[in-house]
């Protein structure tokens, strides 16, 4: 294995990781726009496969603050 092809590998993993954070917040803000509207748990359940509990604690409004000052945040480091 050379220094290049671990580089290669290195900057592969870093975006594969940027685009799984952008994809969960994606689905995330889609779960948060459902129970806005006001669809059941149990349909955004079906609909994403987490548990209710999970959806129940991704709508907590102290989790979505949280979560909204991380994104924020992101772009700082």
Same mark, same amino acid.
């Given at each position: 294995? /050379?220094?290049? &092809? !671990?580089?290669? *590998? %290195?900057?592969? /993993?870093?975006?594969? %990781? %940027?685009?799984?954070?952008? $994809? *969960?917040?994606? !689905?995330? /803000?889609?779960?948060?726009?459902?129970? /806005?509207?006001?669809?059941?748990? $149990?349909?955004? $359940?079906? %609909?994403?496969?987490? &548990?209710?509990?999970?959806?129940?604690? !991704?709508?907590?409004?102290?989790?979505?603050? *949280?979560?909204?000052? *991380?994104?924020?945040?992101?772009?700082?480091?």
């Amino acid at each position: 294995m /050379d220094e290049g &092809t !671990l580089r290669q *590998r %290195a900057k592969a /993993d870093k975006r594969a %990781a %940027a685009q799984r954070e952008s $994809v *969960r917040d994606a !689905l995330i /803000d889609a779960i948060w726009e459902a129970a /806005d509207e006001h669809m059941p748990q $149990v349909r955004i $359940v079906a %609909a994403v496969g987490l &548990t209710r509990e999970r959806i129940r604690q !991704l709508c907590d409004a102290d989790y979505r603050e *949280r979560a909204m000052k *991380r994104r924020g945040n992101r772009g700082q480091e």
